[in-house]
C-alpha cells in the first residue's frame, strides 16, 4: 500500500500519541508499505515549532534522519503540486492540507490522516 502523511499523523507516530487510529496505526507500522512524507509537512512542523504549538526540537533536529528510520519517502513539492493547490475549491482553508490534497491527487494517492474536510475532495482518506 502506498500513501500520503498528513502532519498530524507524522507527529503523532513521532510522539507515540493513542490518537492515532488502529488502522493509522498498523499502516504506519507494516514495513512493506510505501509512506509519502511532503516537505509541505516539514514546513508545518517547523512553523508549529517556532509558535510554540510543537515542542519536540528533535523532530526538527533531524526529521530527514527520522523519515529514513521509519522508511519514509520525502516527497519534494513541484509546480504543479503548487498550482494545483491554488486552484483547489476552498473547502479546506488549511494551505498545507490543500498541498497534501493536491499532491494526493497528481500523484494518485491515499492520504493518511484523521481529517474529515478532506473527504470534500476528490481524494481517498484513510482512517
Known amino acids: 500500500m ?51 504549538k510543537f515542542q519536540s526540537t528533535e523532530l526538527m533536529g533531524d526529521m530527514a534522519g527520522f523519515l529514513a528510520g521509519e522508511g519514509w519517502r520525502q516527497l519534494p513539492i513541484s509546480l504543479e503540486h503548487a498550482v494545483r493547490a491554488g486552484l483547489l475549491p476552498l473547502h479546506h482553508r488549511d494551505p498545507f492540507d490543500r498541498l497534501l490534497v493536491a499532491q494526493a491527487q497528481a500523484l494518485n494517492l491515499p492520504i493518511l490522516s484523521a481529517d474529515r474536510e478532506l473527504d470534500e475532495y476528490d481524494v481517498r482518506r484513510l482512517w
Open 2 to 52: 502506498e500513501a500520503l502523511l498528513d502532519t498530524h499523523v507524522v507527529i503523532w507516530w513521532f510522539e507515540n500519541a493513542p490518537r492515532l487510529s488502529k488502522r493509522a496505526s498498523a499502516i504506519l507500522a507494516a514495513p512493506n508499505n510505501t509512506l509519502y512524507v511532503s516537505a509541505a509537512v516539514g514546513w508545518e512542523i517547523a512553523i508549529k515549532l517556532n509558535v510554540g
